[in-house]
């Protein structure tokens, strides 16, 4: 194996990692990605980590519906798949961390249109940027 391809394979497993996904389901319950350790409750204000997003399926940050607790640095150049759910093109709003911005892009590999979220900030509706179930990529930020 060449010195390349292990180079390589240890840049990817350390992405993994260190690069966290949490999914909150409609009980409140959390899955976890490898390496990732579980929060106290379902608040992300109370992570640990203040580089975070959290995305949801439906307007007005319905806890009640799916969503995505995703702690940064991050770089997600699909959203196919995420935690076995599809949220390529499913966004409808998002809250950002204290220590967080986000770049949501309309095509997948960061292609397209994109809007910028500063942190601290929260879209309830992301038809308000016309961005409304039109994310394909993202990225997640750290100061």
Same mark, same amino acid.
């Given at each position: 194996m060449s010195v390349m391809r292990i180079v390589m394979?240890?840049?990817?497993?350390s992405i993994i990692a260190?690069?966290?996904?949490?999914?909150?389901?409609s009980m409140g319950t959390e899955s976890l990605? !490898?390496?990732v350790s579980q929060q106290? #409750?379902?608040?992300?204000?109370?992570h640990d980590n203040k580089c975070w997003a959290e995305i949801?399926?439906?307007a007005e940050f319905d806890k009640n519906g799916p969503r995505l607790l995703l702690v940064?640095?991050?770089?997600?150049?699909?959203l196919k798949g995420?935690?076995?759910?599809n949220w390529d093109n499913d966004i409808e709003s998002i809250?950002?961390?204290?220590? !967080?911005?986000?770049?949501?892009?309309? #095509?997948?590999?960061?292609?397209?249109?994109?809007?910028?979220?500063?942190a601290n900030q929260s879209l309830e509706s992301l038809s308000d940027a016309q961005m409304k179930n039109d994310i394909e990529s993202l990225r997640l930020s750290c100061k």
């Open positions: 394979l240890v840049y990817g497993a260190v690069l966290a996904i949490v999914a909150l389901n990605a !490898a390496g106290q #409750d379902n608040n992300p204000l109370k949801y399926m439906n940064g640095p991050h770089e997600l150049t699909t995420l935690n076995d759910q809250i950002v961390g204290p220590e !967080a911005y986000v770049v949501l892009y309309a #095509d997948q590999e960061f292609g397209g249109r994109t809007l910028i979220l500063a």
